[in-house]
């Protein structure tokens, strides 16, 4: 793919969310529906990444990139990635005071919202992909439980995981991998 | 401004994280900053992306200007941008490794659970007095334009930006 044009399709994903995760619907909907040049899997896995390294979740852009098209892909979704942000600069510099008017900040609200309820649906693909028989089942279930009950940081919950299916695959209990 | 190196390998992957970063951008500089910075920390929900990004580049700019904004965003950006490079390359290496397949496998399944949960650390932040309706109403009419529809994301979040504009402001609690 060229890079230009990987550029623009990974910054559409960032310039429209106003959270890490929030561009996924965008991403999936143009590399893996669209284009065709990314699987579900390589988007769960560049979550796992992200989830697995420090740093912002948005991160997951420039594992996109590089899945999509190598190192060159790396350096077009780690600008995709800082783009938005300068955006910051015009917004503190001149428009603070009117981005608190109510109007606007009511279309960033419903935006928000509305980006949650399209990662939910962006979602039901990549379980489709990740969750194939009862082991890898019972492993979204109890990690989506502890984190919404508990502080456990990510990071133990997918090392937790990985353990948890290595040890399921080296008794047969996955027989897909 | 060495401030921002060291002050990037905390683990940020939340907004919680942005005070952590202020002090260390700012140092003794931070109560003068301390007005500025709060508008700031609002402005950072408003800008499109990576929130602690935003950030950074904000804290940045209001200390040294644009080669302050610049000299922070790429402090926060590269090493993990790095961090996140060399391990995709490693999992792309294992494609053919059953051992890791295994153990990549049991963390996709996880990573489900994270899409997930994320979707209420977006909406939570609104979910709350009179507003609580309204979180379900779009949240569920985007789900479903996407899903049974099969509306483009982004045209959802157009039609989202839309509806938003004509609904009325929000109660505050």
Redesign the interface.
Same mark, same amino acid.
């Given at each position: 793919m060229n890079i230009v044009l990987l550029y623009l399709l990974l910054l559409?994903g960032?310039?429209? !969310?106003?959270? /890490?995760? !929030?561009s996924?619907?965008?991403i999936? *909907?143009a590399f893996v529906f669209q284009h065709h040049v990314l699987t579900d899997?390589q988007l769960?896995? $560049?979550?796992?990444?992200?989830?697995?390294?420090?740093?912002?979740? /948005?991160?997951?852009i420039?594992?996109v990139g590089?899945?999509v098209a190598g @190192?060159p892909g #790396?350096i077009a979704?780690?600008l995709a990635?800082?783009?938005? $942000?300068?955006?910051?600069?015009p917004?503190?510099?001149f428009a603070?005071r009117r981005?608190?008017h109510?109007?606007i900040?009511?279309?960033?609200?419903?935006?928000?919202?509305?980006? %949650?309820?399209?990662?939910? @649906?962006?979602?039901?693909p990549?379980?489709r *992909? %990740?969750?194939t028989d009862p082991? #890898?089942?019972g492993?979204?279930?109890v =990690? +989506?439980a502890l984190?919404?009950l508990t502080e456990i *940081?990510?990071l133990w919950?997918?090392l @937790? !995981?990985?353990?948890? =299916? +290595?040890s %399921?695959?080296?008794i047969g209990l996955?027989t897909h991998? | 401004m060495p401030e921002l190196l060291r002050t990037h390998p905390d683990r940020c992957h939340n907004l919680p994280a942005l005070p952590y970063v202020a002090e260390g951008l700012a140092g003794k500089n931070l109560r003068r900053l301390s007005d500025r910075r709060a508008a700031s920390f609002a402005l950072t929900r408003l800008t499109p992306g990576t929130n602690v990004l935003a950030f950074c580049t904000g804290v940045g700019w209001l200390l040294r200007r644009l080669p302050g904004a610049v000299v922070a965003l790429l402090a926060a950006s590269i090493p993990c941008a790095i961090m996140v490079t060399m391990l995709t390359a490693l999992f792309s290496s294992w494609q053919d490794n059953q051992l890791a397949q295994s153990a990549i496998h049991g963390a996709i399944a996880a990573a489900v659970a994270i899409t997930v949960k994320t979707c209420w650390t977006i909406a939570k932040p609104h979910f709350k007095g009179h507003a609580r309706l309204r979180v379900v109403l779009v949240g569920a009419a985007a789900f479903l334009l996407y899903v049974i529809a099969a509306i483009p994301a982004i045209e959802v979040l157009l039609l989202a930006a839309a509806i938003g504009a004509l609904l009325p402001a929000t109660p505050r609690e």
């Open positions: 559409k960032t310039i429209t !969310a106003f959270a /890490g995760l !929030a996924l619907p965008v999936q *909907d899997k769960n896995e $560049a979550v796992v990444i992200t989830r697995s390294t420090p740093g912002p979740v /948005g991160l997951y420039v594992s590089y899945f @190192a #790396t979704g780690w990635m800082i783009t938005p $942000a300068f955006l910051i600069i917004l503190v510099a603070g981005m608190e109510p109007r900040k009511n279309v960033l609200e419903t935006v928000v919202i509305a980006s %949650a309820g399209l990662l939910l @649906a962006a979602a039901i990549l379980s *992909d %990740a969750l082991v #890898t089942i492993i979204a279930v =990690s +989506l984190l919404l *940081d990510t919950i997918i @937790a !995981a990985s353990v948890i =299916s +290595l %399921a695959s080296s996955l991998v | -």
